[in-house]
């Protein structure tokens, strides 16, 4: 296969960042990994990544560790919070192994330095892994406490001049103005501006991460990370899926 299909349509996009919770790889599982579900998820990658389109990922830490429970339940927050990201540099690793085994080359690039596993963040180095086609997941969040794996999905997708985040969720294929699963009349959005999510409290991200696209004018794509193909099918505009947009 070549890096870049030859026939078929133009991709919309040519740099993307696929943002997934830590939840995205249970699988039916309560807790931790579920390797199939992971390879699952990155054969879904190798798809994209085999049109041409160069990818880098964020991935949360809920399924080891949330930082945000744990300090609910009387940890010290920053503690807390370090804790969370921590758990997504495993993940990261999970997710590189997957990866691999597809045949791809990747990289993780931590924003806590833990050389033995992972390369520190340096923004150029990043950027020229994506332009010699390697897919880069970015782990330790932000590495800073208090701010979430989306804010940190949104600050890499600008750093790395992505063209739009996509936000696979499990589950639901877009943004509803109520919970679906609770309210069977839940009406799903094909378009909401960024401050509609805001205003509406729609909960696609966190405040500050939409503040941050919306700012920089940079689409987010909500999907579901169920559909068999949903990742490569947005890249030609198929599919179903929520826009958020200015």
């Known amino acids: 296969m070549s890096e870049t299909e030859t026939s078929g349509p133009e991709p919309l996009y040519q740099r993307v960042l696929l943002k997934i919770s830590g939840e995205a790889l249970m699988?039916?599982?309560g807790f931790g990994l579920h390797p199939p579900t992971v390879q699952r998820i990155a054969a879904e990658v190798k798809a994209v990544h085999e049109l041409g389109v160069e990818v880098c990922?964020?991935?949360g830490g809920g399924n080891i560790f949330r930082g945000l429970q744990g300090s609910a339940q009387g940890m010290?927050?920053?503690t807390a919070d370090y804790m969370g990201m921590l758990a997504t540099v495993m993940n990261a690793l999970a997710m590189q192994s997957a990866l691999e085994e597809h045949g791809m080359h990747t990289r993780v690039i931590s924003a806590i330095t833990m050389n033995e596993v992972a390369e520190p963040y340096i923004r150029r180095r990043a950027v020229r892994h994506l332009e010699k086609k390697r897919v880069c997941?970015?782990?330790?969040?932000?590495?800073n406490p208090y701010f979430t794996t989306d804010t940190a999905a949104a600050l890499r997708a600008n750093e790395m001049a992505c063209e739009a985040i996509l936000m696979g969720k499990n589950g639901v294929d877009g943004i509803y103005d109520k919970d679906p699963e609770q309210h069977p009349d839940a009406k799903r959005y094909d378009k909401v501006t960024y401050d509609e999510v805001l205003q509406k409290n729609l909960k696609v991200m966190d405040a500050?991460?939409?503040?941050?696209?919306?700012?920089?004018?940079l689409p987010i794509i909500v999907f579901?990370?169920?559909?068999?193909?949903?990742?490569?099918?947005?890249?030609?505009?198929?599919?179903t899926y929520t826009i958020v947009h200015g």
């Open 27 to 29: 699988g039916d599982q």
């Open 57 to 59: 990922m964020v991935i």
């Open 76 to 78: 010290e927050r920053t």
């Open 137 to 143: 997941i970015f782990a330790a969040g932000t590495g």
């Open 208 to 217: 500050s991460a939409i503040a941050l696209a919306r700012d920089n004018k």
């Open 224 to 239: 579901s990370l169920d559909e068999p193909g949903g990742f490569k099918g947005i890249l030609a505009g198929e599919g």
